[in-house]
């Protein structure tokens, strides 16, 4: 091969090269490669949507021993999409004035005060949801109340992105759980009694075994997801799904038997 013949063929294949990078760098820019876009993630901070302030409660030192309540403020978010816990929350709040006044005004003057009533807030930002659970715990003295123990629990969950308050059946299904695959559970683990025991049916006032309730599964089961939102609060918790029931209210749907409150905290993975 002459020089000419060799530099022809090196010129060629330069340009063929070339026209071939051409191609390729088309090709990726049209799909969307090697392009720099503005970046979509958005970085939550917990700070920007609640604060939490302590109530302090005066002169209420003679029927109560201990009040530690806070309140939760939701900022920065419509209010229209927390007026719901809002409005909720101060209720349970107002309860310690009427659960003052009510004991006040039996009482004797030399009461010795063993009343408590204490708030549990948490708060947590996942992914794009903002989820907040409230409670407020009751001790009260059980020679005004049969029963002392009282739970208020109230839960919201928005999501950040699109400000929409999320609805159990919403977390449910982002999850990929359903009402009837949790009430099936709820059935086997809080409804159905142990071997030996025996309750009272509430509609019928008779007596019910636990081969009774287990005859009835599906009716017991379709009442629990009929029921659902009214005993149930989800919350979202470290990425998992947080449920919140107190067990004498499930208890209650079915049996006429006196129950002690007995709040359970299930977390689905």
Request: hydrophobic share 35%; glycine share 4%; aromatic share 12%.
């Amino acid at each position: 091969m002459n020089d000419r013949k060799a530099k022809m063929l090196v010129v060629a294949s330069a340009v063929f090269l070339l026209l071939m990078g051409v191609g390729m760098y088309a090709m990726f820019e049209k799909q969307g490669y090697g392009v720099k876009k503005g970046s979509t993630f958005v970085s939550y901070n917990i700070k920007d949507y609640i604060e939490t302030t302590p109530i302090i409660y005066n002169d209420y030192s003679d029927v109560f021993t201990n009040i530690n309540i806070s309140k939760v403020n939701i900022k920065n978010i419509d209010s229209a999409s927390t007026k719901a816990f809002t409005d909720k929350e101060d209720e349970f709040i107002n309860y310690v004035n009427g659960y003052y006044s009510e004991i006040k005004s039996d009482i004797k003057e030399d009461y010795t005060p063993i009343n408590t009533a204490n708030s549990t807030i948490k708060t947590q930002i996942n992914g794009t949801i903002l989820s907040v659970f409230y409670e407020i715990t009751f001790s009260l003295d059980e020679n005004y109340f049969d029963n002392n123990i009282r739970n208020y629990i109230v839960t919201t969950n928005i999501d950040l992105g699109t400000g929409k308050v999320l609805s159990n059946e919403d977390l449910l299904s982002k999850y990929n759980y359903a009402k009837k695959y949790i009430s099936e559970k709820l059935f086997e683990e809080d409804v159905l009694i142990p071997k030996g025991q025996v309750v009272i049916d509430k509609n019928t006032n008779i007596s019910l075994t636990s081969s009774d309730i287990e005859k009835k599964k599906q009716e017991y089961v379709n009442r629990i997801i009929d029921e659902f939102d009214n005993i149930i609060s989800i919350y979202i918790e470290n990425n998992s799904l947080a449920l919140v029931y107190d067990k004498k209210e499930l208890s209650n749907l079915f049996f006429d038997n006196n129950f002690d409150t007995d709040i359970k905290v299930r977390y689905l993975k």
